[in-house]
């Protein structure tokens, strides 16, 4: 069975930091990219970064320089480092993999992240 569990949302003011992380099990074998994604209200999901399983990274130009991605494999987890937040990151953050053999999407129930000015 495939479970993506997010943590590590909150409330934080602008300026602050907050790390998420993404425990993924069931599909370490057939994966190659892991994602975040969020989504503010009334908005669409949007793609913020991608790190490949040779721990090759892009990045959302909204969020260039301030987030990190970064993955280990050896504890199928995922990270994701947010510094210098603002408001405009507030949304809700979804950790996502997809199967490179079934091509099936697999989502995380996300976490919230909330920036206050």
């Known amino acids: 069975q495939v479970q993506l569990v997010e943590s590590g949302g909150g409330l934080v003011q602008a300026g602050g930091s907050l790390r998420l992380s993404c425990a993924v099990s069931?599909?370490?074998?057939?994966?190659?990219?892991m994602d975040w994604y969020r989504q503010a209200p009334g908005k669409q999901r949007e793609l913020v970064a991608t790190?490949?399983?040779?721990?090759?990274?892009s990045y959302a130009d909204s969020v260039k320089d301030r987030f990190t991605l970064s993955r280990d494999n050896a504890k199928n987890m995922v990270y994701l480092q947010m510094n210098s937040l603002n408001p405009e990151d507030t949304a809700v953050y979804y950790c996502?993999?997809?199967?490179?053999?079934?091509?099936?999407?697999?989502w995380g129930q996300g976490t919230q992240v909330t920036v206050s000015s």
């Open positions: 996502h993999v997809r199967s490179t053999i079934t091509r099936i999407d697999y």
């Open positions: 790190i490949t399983r040779s721990s090759s990274t």
């Open positions: 069931g599909i370490m074998f057939s994966i190659n990219a």
